[in-house]
Structures are given as C-alpha cells and as structure tokens.
C-alpha cells in the first residue's frame, strides 16, 4: 500500500521536473535556429541598405530597424509621461472611485488583444487622414505601452515609505517638489525596469502596425506616411515565397531577438541594482 | 510661500487630467469600436455569428468559421499548456533545489519576452515541417480512424496554431500559478505531512486544493492571451475560412482574418464586419480578464479570512 | 523511572539549521502514556526537539540530524536513513500544530478523515465510525455534530484547534505530539484542550512543547528543561517544578530570564 503511494509520489515528482525540461525544448529550438540561421546573412549590407527587390544580391532592412526605433522612440515619448504621471495620481491621490475606475479601466487595456488597439488607431488618424502613417503606429504602440507602465508606477511610487514624505513636508517642501525630488527619484529604478519592460515589448508588436504604420520599403518621408517596422518586415519575408527574403527575415529575427533580449537585460539589471543602494 | 499655493494645485490637478484622459481613452476606444460595428450588427444582426459563409465579393459576411478557429486553437493550447505550466509552477514552487528555482524561472518566462512574430518565423520553418514529416504522418496512420486525425495533413494548421499557443501562453499561466502556490501557508503542507501524506499527497492535498480558484484564474487569463494572438497564429494556421472536425486541417481565427483582410477591405460594409469581429474579441477577452483578477484576487485574499483567533 | 517502559527513547541528538547548532547531544527518555512537557525560553530548541520525533524536522531547509532516536525499540535514524520512512514515522507519532491548521478547502468530517483516505480507507462505514470516534475524542463531538459537511475554517479558534487534534487522532497514532498547541487560543479553550491530555493520556503517549509554566504543571507528569540547545533537567513534572536541583532549572522557573 505504502509502496504504491510511495511510487505514485516519485512519478508525480519527477513528471514536473519533464514539465520544466520539455519547455526549454521550444526555446532552446527557437534560440539555435534564430541565431544560426540569422547569423549567415547578417553584414554590414544588412544594416546599411534598403531591401532590394528579389533576386538581387544585397539587400537590407536599415529603414525597418531605423523604422522600429522611430516608431518605438514617438510612441514612448508621449505614452511614458502620461503613464508616470496617471500612476502618480493613482498612487497619491487615486483612493477614491475614479482612482478605482481608472485602476480597473488599466487593467481592461492592458487584457485586450493588441490587433484591436491596431483597429484603435486605424479609425481614429488613418480614416482622418486618409493615409497610413508613422504617427498612427506610434499611437497605437503607445495605449499598449500605457496600462503597464501606469500600474508599474503607482505600484513603485506605494512603495515609497511615508516617512520620507513627512520629513519633506516638515521642511516646508511642496507637494510637487516632493513628489518630483523625492518620492519619484525613490521609485525611479523600479519604474525604468517598468519602462523598459514595456518598450522590449512594443519593439516586438506587429499586429497593431499592420494598418497603421503599414510598412514602407523606403525611408520614412514624415510623420504623415508609412513607415517600416523591424516585426513588420520579418512577417511579410517570411510569409513571402522567396528563398532570399526567408533569409533575410531569419536575420531580422535575430537582430530584433537581441533588441528585445538586450532590453530585457538591461530592465533586470536596474531592478538588481535598486536593492544595493 | 506663494509659489507652492500656486503649484501644488496645479500639479494635483495636471495629474488628474491626465489619468482622467486614460478613462476617456478607454471609453473612446469602447465607442469606436461599438460605433463601427454598427453597419455590420445591422445587415447580418446575430446571423453574423452563426454563418458560415464568408463572401467578400458578393459582402455575404458569417463569422462562424473565424470563432470555431479561434476557440478550437485556444482550447488546444489550454490542453497542452495546462499540464504543463502547472507542473512547471509545482517543480519551481515546492520540489526544485533554490539554486535551480530562479535561473529556471527566468528561462520559462523568457518565452514570454519572444516578439510573436518570432514565434512566427520558427512555426513555420521549424515546427511545421516537423510536424509535417514526423509526427502527423505517425498520428494518421495510426489513429487515423479518429475525426481529429484524419485527412491530408500539410503541417500548417489548426494542430501547429494550438501547439505555438501553448507555448506562448505557457509562461503566463506558469509564473501567476507559482505565485500563488507560494502563498499557501506552509503550515497547510505541515498538517498534510504530519498525517503520514507523501511528498506529492501533501502538494495535493495543501497546495493545489487550496490554490484552485486561484490556479483558474491563471488559465483564464492564459486563454484570454491565446484568443487575442494574432501573428503568430497567423502565420501558422493556414487561413481558411473551413470548419474542420480535424486538427490538421487549416483553418482561421478572428485575430487573423483581420491581419490579412483589414487593408484589403474595400467597401465599408467589409470594414466593419471586421471591427465587429475585433468587438466581438474584445468583449470575449474583457470577460475573461475580469474572471481571472477576480479569481486570482479572492485567493490571495482567503489568507485574511482564514485566520480566527 | 518507576516501571514505566520508555515509549521514545533520544540518544545523543543534535539538530542543526544551516549552522546552527539548536540542538546540543540531547539524551532523554519518553515514558508510555504519560504526558512529558517540554519547556524553555523561546529559541531553546524545544520545538525541534519535537520535529525530530516525526522526522518533520528535515524538511525545512538546510535542517540536520545527528544522532539516534528509538520509537518502540526501531531506531528512527538509522544508518542508511532511507531504510526508515518518514511517512510511517508520522503515522505512528500525529502532531498539532501552534496555530490551528485545518484544510480551508475540506469540511469538518473530511478535515478528519483526510489522513485516512490518505491511507486508503474507502470503507464509508469504518470512516463515518472513526470521524465521529475522533471527534468525541477531541471533546469536539456535541459542537459539530449537525454541521459535518460545513467547512472546517467556519469554526472558532479553540474549535478549530480540537479539529485539528480529531484530524490527528484520526489515523490511531502511538504518539501526538502537541507544539505550543494553546499559544493562539483564548483561556476557555486552552482549559478545554487541557482536560482533554487527561483523557488522551489513556491510550496515547503525549509529549507537550509549552513555554507556558503553569500549564506544564497543569497537564504533565514529565518535565523537561531546555536552554540554548541543551537538556538541562528532566524530571517529574511535581519535582522539576517545585523543587529543582539545577540553579538554571530554578532561575527560568523563578522568572530571572527568559
């Protein structure tokens, strides 16, 4: 009887650790084949030219890596200091009902399929505009960069021990300078590893792009035109029935794969750093 | 003295507006969607979501195929990912030696951190062909005779959209089900290993029974990610607007008809068919979400409730 | 030890957390269906002393045992420790714990045969006459009676805690081993797990951790004295109490620390 227990608790134990085990499979798979089969094409033609048409030797995807800083730099300048500043109130001022609202609202946002979003911004400045545009991609980016950054925020800015604002107040210190010298430089590691977090993500969006920011085989003519995108250029090589474009998107592959990877990185590290004050 | 009357109002007030104009947002984008989908819910009313026919040149729209696509792939990717992630959560949470735990736990949720469009590419050029050469041609010749294995199979597909799913969603359902299994009082495994229980009758009997609600709650919001994936789906399920009993079979999700049709769709009518199914998938994942926090909510909060004294 | 057969019987223990050295080469004998109280300032090692009997000791990080401990004669740690199983350890030797501890998820009557079933007693007959043996037993029987199926969290502190001493009696333990089982309850119910050691007594060997002196005195017929690790005294509890020959024994019970 014992025994039989006994032998069920050991298969049971030993099936979780196959659990963990058969899931690196996957991404050990993706790692090896991203890399090498990225690595073959990628020179320094890769990064300085445009995508050639098919069939000729050479070509690049400069203006979709510059597209997808571009696109990830506009919409992180206006969706950062509207999530720092909407999770400063939540965590200041939100305990109240619109504070709960907003929290909820939040997080409804941050659940809802990203394509969506993309239909977001579609009808509010492509239908205007009657163009596809940087500046609907970068609006779109930045509702999906707001949700997490806002709560990030308010969950760091709580963190902040009263104590301290009390002695700023003491001082006759105001509320704004309180907030932006002391509580905010307190929770700053915790809100850039938010940050970045978030922008490792954006960097990554396709959907939300596909018609919005559309894509462009050029360089970017303005803000009122399309523009490329690194995620966007890989789906359409690799969905594309050519042998050369399949390389090229495995190279893309890697070079947004170290993007992606190099923030994430970077996030931890602050978040490391923060505990050895 | 005067300066901070000035700007301490000021700055309340900035901040307000601010997180005010994320409400107005939210809403907006609620209207936006309502709003557009409107011509659509008119012309087809509910027919629209029991129809199977998608004609775009003659705008006899039914989204049935589209929503069959969408739940069929999701419930596969629950059926393959579930297992697994609670496994993973139990290993890292209970069994794995401390020096293992966050290296392993880094890695796991490094799945998450990969663009979709990644997920994509591998699907495509590594999984489908393996799926193609080696394992469906064994499922069909062997359990050929079950519906869900049966037909011409071509690698692309329903059973290659459910499997990149799983992994994608793997890292969500995983890393909330640890945390939860880390907050169940250690005092509950103690109770269960002074009866006599065994390593995985005291995991059983203290940890999951007690983490359930909360254990749900991940795989709901594991569910709401798989039904709103767009790319990669999109690059592996093949596209076919069919309802299929098999899984080899291609097929089509909401989320990917409107990545293909969107910037194809000429008349309005065909638009906002494809908003009403990006409605339909909002108000699908919004419900999802709000069972999730609710469930996962109510677990970490049962730990008040149940000390008396 | 008057005739007393000694139920447990510790050679030589030394428990360790990490570095910490918590238990120092203990040596004492656990007479059979007496009542033995273990008590010392807090951190002294008592608990520990305790989760060595049930081997529940090893399972917290980087814990240690050296030494040996006989239950009924079988060394409990023995030389190739795989040789003995915890699981059986435990089923012989319950224990309750300092905070009630019921499964929020179970009800009253599968709180109590959750150890059973463990076991595989399926037999719904045996089960139902156990539950309710168990529960009489731990005096929690009239209290409960018409709400079994309600869940075991639903009931006070004190009744929770006389649950969790059913859910142990439940699987027939030899030894019930009680850490500071009073600690988190009010005075009513600490006087009611208290006369129920007496009747407990009578068919089972009791060790009890308190730091509480007079409840010692109260319920024990043994005493032992811990400091820092070490046994400083065992004695009857009458003798221990009121007349020590250890001027450590004597200051701890005076109140001069601790």
């Given at each position: 009887?014992?025994?039989?227990r006994k032998?069920i608790s050991k298969i049971m134990m030993t099936s979780t650790l196959l659990c963990a085990l058969v899931t690196l499979?996957?991404l050990?798979?993706?790692?090896?084949?991203?890399?090498?089969?990225?690595?073959?094409?990628?020179?320094?033609?890769?990064?300085?030219?445009?995508?050639?048409?098919?069939?000729?030797?050479?070509?690049?995807?400069?203006?979709?890596?510059?597209?997808?800083?571009?696109?990830?730099?506009?919409?992180?300048?206006?969706?950062?200091?509207?999530?720092?500043?909407?999770?400063?109130?939540?965590?200041?001022?939100?305990?109240?009902?619109?504070?709960?609202?907003?929290?909820?609202?939040?997080?409804?946002?941050?659940?809802?399929?990203?394509?969506?979003?993309?239909?977001?911004?579609?009808?509010?400045?492509?239908?205007?505009?009657?163009?596809?545009?940087?500046?609907?991609?970068?609006?779109?980016?930045?509702?999906?960069?707001?949700?997490?950054?806002?709560?990030?925020?308010?969950e760091?800015?709580?963190?902040?021990?009263?104590?301290?604002?009390?002695?700023?107040?003491?001082?006759?210190?105001?509320?704004?300078?309180?907030?932006?010298?002391?509580?905010?430089?307190?929770?700053?590691?915790?809100?850039?590893?938010?940050?970045?977090?978030?922008?490792?993500?954006?960097?990554?969006?396709?959907?939300?792009?596909?018609?919005?920011?559309?894509?462009?085989?050029?360089?970017?003519?303005?803000?009122?035109?399309?523009?490329?995108?690194?995620?966007?250029?890989?789906?359409?090589?690799?969905?594309?029935?050519?042998?050369?474009?399949?390389?090229?998107?495995?190279?893309?592959?890697?070079?947004?794969?170290?993007?992606?990877?190099?923030?994430?990185?970077?996030?931890?590290?602050?978040m490391?750093?923060?505990?050895?004050? | 003295?005067?300066?901070?009357?000035?700007?301490?109002?000021?700055?309340?007030?900035?901040?307000?507006?601010?997180?005010?104009?994320?409400?107005?947002?939210?809403?907006?984008?609620?209207?936006?969607?309502?709003?557009?989908?409107?011509?659509?819910?008119?012309?087809?009313?509910?027919?629209?979501?029991?129809?199977?026919?998608?004609?775009?040149?003659?705008?006899?729209?039914?989204?049935?195929?589209?929503?069959?696509?969408?739940?069929?792939?999701?419930?596969?990717a629950l059926i393959i990912a579930v297992p697994l992630s609670l496994g993973i959560a139990i290993y890292l949470s209970e069994i794995a030696p401390l020096w293992i735990r966050e290296p392993l736990s880094f890695l796991i949720e490094l799945l998450a951190?990969?663009?979709?469009?990644?997920?994509?590419?591998?699907?495509?050029?590594?999984?489908?062909?393996?799926?193609?050469?080696?394992?469906?041609?064994?499922?069909?010749?062997?359990?050929?005779?079950?519906?869900?294995?049966?037909?011409?199979?071509?690698?692309?597909?329903?059973?290659?959209?459910?499997?990149?799913?799983s992994i994608m969603i793997i890292p969500t359902i995983s890393s909330v089900s640890r945390d939860i299994f880390l907050s169940v009082p250690n005092d509950q495994r103690e109770a269960a290993m002074s009866l006599g229980a065994t390593q995985w009758e005291t995991i059983r009997l203290s940890v999951l029974k007690y983490a359930k609600p909360g254990v749900i709650g991940a795989i709901i919001l594991g569910l709401g990610r798989a039904?709103?994936?767009?790319?990669?789906?999109?690059?592996?399920?093949?596209?076919?607007?069919?309802?299929?009993?098999?899984?080899?079979?291609?097929?089509?999700?909401?989320?990917?008809?409107?990545?293909?049709?969107?910037?194809?769709?000429?008349?309005?009518?065909?638009?906002?068919?494809?908003?009403?199914?990006?409605?339909?998938?909002?108000?699908?994942?919004?419900?999802l979400n709000?069972i999730a926090r609710l469930l996962v909510w109510s677990v970490s909060n049962k730990l008040k409730g149940m000390i008396?004294? | 030890?008057?005739?007393?057969?000694?139920?447990?019987?510790?050679?030589?223990?030394?428990?360790?957390?990490?570095?910490?050295?918590?238990?120092?080469?203990?040596?004492?004998?656990?007479?059979?269906?007496?009542?033995?109280?273990?008590?010392?300032?807090?951190?002294?090692?008592?608990?520990?002393?305790?989760?060595?009997?049930?081997?529940m000791?090893e399972v917290v990080l980087n814990a240690?045992?050296?030494?040996?401990?006989?239950?009924?004669?079988?060394?409990?740690?023995?030389?190739?420790?795989?040789?003995?199983?915890p699981i059986?350890?435990r089923?012989?030797?319950?224990?309750?714990f300092q905070r009630p501890n019921p499964f929020p998820t179970l009800?009253?009557?599968d709180n109590?045969?959750a150890g059973?079933k463990l076991?595989?007693?399926?037999?719904?007959?045996?089960?139902?006459?156990?539950?309710?043996?168990?529960?009489?037993?731990?005096?929690?029987?009239?209290?409960?009676?018409?709400?079994?199926?309600?869940s075991g969290v639903?009931?006070?502190?004190?009744?929770?805690?006389?649950?969790c001493?059913?859910r142990?009696?439940?699987?027939?333990?030899?030894?019930?081993?009680?850490?500071?089982?009073?600690?988190?309850?009010?005075?009513?119910?600490?006087?009611?797990?208290?006369?129920?050691?007496?009747?407990?007594?009578?068919?089972?060997?009791?060790?009890?951790?308190?730091?509480?002196?007079?409840?010692?005195?109260?319920?024990?017929?043994?005493?032992?004295?811990?400091?820092?690790?070490?046994?400083?005294?065992?004695?009857?509890?009458?003798?221990?109490?009121?007349?020590?020959?250890?001027?450590?024994?004597?200051?701890?019970?005076?109140?001069?620390?601790?």
């Amino acid at each position: 009887m014992s025994i039989k227990r006994k032998i069920i608790s050991k298969i049971m134990m030993t099936s979780t650790l196959l659990c963990a085990l058969v899931t690196l499979i996957p991404l050990i798979s993706i790692f090896l084949y991203v890399i090498s089969k990225g690595i073959t094409n990628i020179n320094l033609d890769f990064f300085m030219n445009l995508p050639k048409p098919v069939g000729e030797p050479g070509g690049g995807m400069s203006n979709a890596i510059v597209g997808s800083l571009i696109l990830v730099g506009l919409s992180s300048i206006w969706a950062i200091p509207v999530s720092i500043l909407g999770g400063v109130y939540l965590a200041e001022y939100g305990n109240n009902k619109l504070g709960t609202i907003i929290r909820f609202l939040a997080d409804v946002l941050s659940g809802i399929p990203s394509i969506v979003v993309g239909i977001f911004a579609y009808v509010v400045f492509v239908l205007p505009m009657k163009t596809f545009s940087t500046i609907s991609g970068a609006f779109a980016l930045g509702i999906i960069m707001i949700p997490s950054v806002m709560r990030i925020t308010e969950e760091m800015v709580r963190m902040v021990p009263n104590t301290l604002r009390e002695a700023s107040w003491a001082l006759g210190i105001s509320q704004f300078r309180t907030t932006v010298s002391i509580v905010l430089k307190t929770a700053k590691a915790g809100i850039i590893t938010g940050v970045m977090l978030s922008i490792a993500r954006i960097a990554g969006e396709t959907a939300p792009l596909l018609f919005t920011a559309f894509g462009n085989r050029f360089w970017n003519q303005g803000l009122n035109t399309p523009i490329a995108s690194l995620p966007l250029q890989i789906f359409v090589y690799a969905m594309s029935p050519f042998e050369d474009w399949h390389k090229q998107a495995w190279s893309g592959a890697l070079v947004l794969i170290m993007l992606v990877f190099l923030t994430s990185y970077l996030s931890r590290r602050t978040m490391k750093s923060r505990y050895k004050i | 003295m005067k300066k901070i009357k000035f700007i301490d109002p000021l700055f309340k007030k900035t901040s307000k507006i601010v997180a005010l104009s994320v409400l107005v947002l939210s809403i907006f984008l609620i209207y936006v969607m309502v709003k557009y989908s409107i011509p659509s819910i008119q012309k087809f009313g509910l027919k629209f979501l029991f129809s199977t026919k998608w004609d775009p040149v003659i705008e006899n729209f039914g989204a049935l195929p589209f929503i069959y696509g969408t739940i069929v792939s999701s419930l596969l990717a629950l059926i393959i990912a579930v297992p697994l992630s609670l496994g993973i959560a139990i290993y890292l949470s209970e069994i794995a030696p401390l020096w293992i735990r966050e290296p392993l736990s880094f890695l796991i949720e490094l799945l998450a951190a990969i663009p979709s469009v990644i997920y994509g590419i591998w699907g495509i050029f590594v999984l489908a062909p393996i799926l193609r050469n080696y394992v469906q041609p064994f499922l069909s010749k062997f359990f050929g005779f079950l519906p869900i294995f049966s037909g011409d199979y071509y690698g692309v597909g329903m059973m290659t959209a459910g499997i990149i799913l799983s992994i994608m969603i793997i890292p969500t359902i995983s890393s909330v089900s640890r945390d939860i299994f880390l907050s169940v009082p250690n005092d509950q495994r103690e109770a269960a290993m002074s009866l006599g229980a065994t390593q995985w009758e005291t995991i059983r009997l203290s940890v999951l029974k007690y983490a359930k609600p909360g254990v749900i709650g991940a795989i709901i919001l594991g569910l709401g990610r798989a039904l709103g994936e767009t790319m990669a789906v999109t690059m592996v399920i093949g596209n076919k607007p069919e309802i299929s009993a098999s899984l080899f079979a291609p097929s089509y999700t909401m989320a990917s008809v409107i990545a293909n049709e969107f910037t194809e769709a000429t008349s309005d009518l065909y638009i906002s068919t494809l908003i009403e199914l990006g409605l339909v998938l909002f108000i699908l994942t919004f419900i999802l979400n709000m069972i999730a926090r609710l469930l996962v909510w109510s677990v970490s909060n049962k730990l008040k409730g149940m000390i008396r004294e | 030890m008057e005739q007393n057969t000694g139920k447990i019987i510790v050679k030589n223990l030394n428990a360790y957390f990490g570095d910490n050295h918590v238990l120092k080469n203990i040596n004492i004998t656990f007479p059979e269906k007496k009542v033995t109280a273990v008590i010392g300032p807090s951190g002294c090692g008592k608990s520990t002393l305790i989760r060595c009997i049930n081997r529940m000791h090893e399972v917290v990080l980087n814990a240690r045992v050296e030494g040996e401990i006989f239950l009924d004669g079988e060394n409990i740690y023995p030389k190739y420790i795989k040789d003995v199983e915890p699981i059986e350890i435990r089923r012989k030797v319950g224990m309750v714990f300092q905070r009630p501890n019921p499964f929020p998820t179970l009800s009253i009557y599968d709180n109590v045969a959750a150890g059973l079933k463990l076991n595989g007693v399926r037999n719904k007959t045996l089960l139902d006459e156990i539950v309710v043996n168990s529960l009489k037993d731990a005096g929690l029987w009239k209290e409960v009676e018409h709400k079994l199926n309600h869940s075991g969290v639903s009931l006070s502190g004190g009744q929770q805690q006389r649950l969790c001493i059913a859910r142990a009696l439940a699987v027939k333990p030899e030894v019930v081993l009680f850490d500071e089982p009073c600690s988190a309850l009010d005075p009513i119910s600490t006087a009611k797990i208290e006369e129920l050691m007496f009747k407990l007594k009578e068919k089972h060997t009791i060790i009890i951790v308190t730091h509480n002196i007079p409840q010692a005195g109260r319920v024990s017929d043994y005493t032992a004295f811990l400091y820092l690790g070490d046994l400083i005294e065992f004695d009857k509890t009458e003798k221990l109490l009121t007349m020590p020959t250890n001027k450590m024994t004597e200051k701890y019970l005076t109140g001069k620390f601790g």
